[in-house]
């Protein structure tokens, strides 16, 4: 790779030992994790990175559907220097501020639907939908009505890891031996068309999903019910696509019981779905409140931020009385140098087009990837844009999956890695986002290592 302006010759050996010794993983199976250790991602540029073996892949995940830009792009990394010698750090709480984060503060209000005027930060996903609960907790409280605290999520929702985000998410095994605060949400249906019943028509599939909620609001009461939380497009449960419409009626159901609208765009934001933000753009929805992160800084350093509208601010915003503060907030609520690099960053997508890249190359990889679906494994390819997965099955008339000690997902990644491809294996799941950069030739290359990996893995199979 051409830019080791910094580069460093590692050990293996003791990497990998120190690793095994010392670095618990996150989201790993330590099955697999004892038998083989890790691999070791040592340099990166551009759509590809490199294992310390010297070995060169095509990122087909965005790091972790974060490196929206790219890899190793010396502009970032030099904003993020040039902030962290001038002024590393400084406290914001209070009424202290520094320069990036207002910056960046104001070009989201900027870029976000036109009612979401005021940031509040925080250093990643999970930490933007746990704070945000607790806003949405003070709002109500501050509004007089305190029994409002119940949160609708989905079943199969990804919204992170700490106590209230995982609590959110609805994906069984994430939370298998772990406890969740359940008696403050939850879970309607995911709303997937892939797997909706059979009967169904899409738009049936929609009234029975909007019916769902209207019921549930019955149930629990909506002088109960603060918020509903929703991705998108669901990402980590397996790039789920909703049915037509679903969006803007759930949003409309909620409103009509002033239950607040949450968009999570942790993934979706910045690029994704060719837009800034896919809510109101591709969703026609105006959440009360978004959230983002990942792309925002492109994964150049930890950063989230909600989105919040005027109508919620007016309340969070409206002085406790004497001593009394908004006492919520991290250490590293706008780290001056996070924000360095999501200014940098949103400068770089503004400046090279890369909404209009994913607009114009998305639906190009979409019709290429369908043409896997000649493979026997293959049972749907869905998502949008550069949000893509594809599920794999037993059967695909039936939509039986293989068994999980198939661990197809796993088997599809090996053979794709094999031939210099990164995907993510989740399950019998193949996700692929990439970096939002991939050209119409790049994505030929990609589809023709999976027509070769999806091959393989059915004889493997046999
Ligand atoms: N929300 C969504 C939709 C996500 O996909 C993720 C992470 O994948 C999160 C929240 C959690 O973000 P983080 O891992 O930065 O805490």
Redo the contacts with the bound molecule.
């Keep these: 790779m051409t830019n080791n302006k910094t580069s460093v010759t590692y050990d293996a050996q003791d990497l990998w030992q120190k690793d095994r010794n010392h670095f618990i993983h996150p989201f790993t199976d330590f099955s697999l994790f004892h038998e083989k250790g890790c691999d070791l991602i040592t340099n990166s540029e551009g759509i590809y990175v490199e294992d310390v073996r010297g070995n060169r892949f095509i990122d087909g995940i965005a790091g972790?559907?974060?490196v929206n830009v790219g890899h190793g792009r010396a502009e970032i990394g030099q904003a993020m220097a040039d902030q962290a010698t001038r002024m590393a750090y400084f406290s914001t709480f209070n009424n202290l501020s520094n320069a990036p984060a207002t910056e960046l503060a104001a070009k989201l209000a900027e870029l976000a639907p036109s009612h979401l005027n005021h940031v509040f930060y925080s250093?990643?996903?999970?930490?933007?939908?746990d704070a945000t609960i607790r806003l949405v907790h003070y709002y109500f409280n501050r509004l007089g009505k305190p029994t409002k605290k119940h949160i609708l999520s989905r079943n199969n929702?990804?919204?992170?890891?700490?106590y209230m985000?995982a609590s959110l998410?609805g994906i069984a095994s994430n939370n298998w031996e772990f406890d969740t605060l359940d008696h403050l949400v939850t879970h309607l249906s995911e709303a997937n068309c892939y797997r909706r019943p059979e009967a169904m028509t899409e738009a049936e599939y929609c009234d029975h999903l909007v019916d769902e909620l209207e019921s549930a609001i019955e149930r629990i009461g909506s002088d109960n019910i603060a918020a509903f939380i929703a991705?998108p497009i669901?990402?980590?449960g397996g790039v789920l696509m909703a049915p037509q419409g679903y969006h803007a009626r759930m949003q409309a159901v909620c409103r009509a019981n002033h239950i607040l609208y949450i968009a999570?765009?942790?993934?979706?934001g910045f690029g994704r779905l060719g837009h800034f933000f896919a809510s109101e753009a591709v969703f026609d929805t105006q959440p009360d409140i978004i959230?983002v992160?990942?792309g925002l800084s492109s994964g150049y350093a930890?950063l989230?931020a909600t989105l919040i509208s005027d109508e919620l601010y007016a309340v969070l915003s409206t002085p406790q009385g004497l001593g009394g503060v908004l006492s919520t907030g991290f250490t590293y609520s706008g780290h001056p140098v996070s924000c360095a690099a999501a200014l940098k960053n949103i400068e770089i997508i503004e400046r090279e087009g890369i909404c209009e890249n994913v607009r114009d190359v998305g639906p190009y990889l979409e019709r290429k990837l369908k043409t896997l679906a000649v493979h026997e494994t293959v049972g749907d390819i869905r998502g949008s844009h550069f949000m893509m997965a594809i599920e794999n099955v037993a059967d695909k008339t039936t939509k039986e999956l293989l068994p999980v000690e198939a661990r197809v997902g796993d088997r599809v990644a090996a053979e794709a890695q094999k031939r210099g491809l990164i995907i993510r294996p989740v399950g019998h799941l193949s996700i692929i986002s990439p970096p939002l950069i991939w050209s119409r030739q790049v994505v030929d290359e990609v589809v023709a290592i999976l027509d070769e990996a999806f091959a393989a893995t059915t004889l493997s199979l046999k």
């Design positions: 972790l559907w974060c250093c990643g996903g999970s930490t933007a939908n929702a990804y919204h992170g890891t700490t985000a998410t991705e669901m990402g980590a999570d765009e942790v993934v979706t959230n992160a990942k930890p989230g």
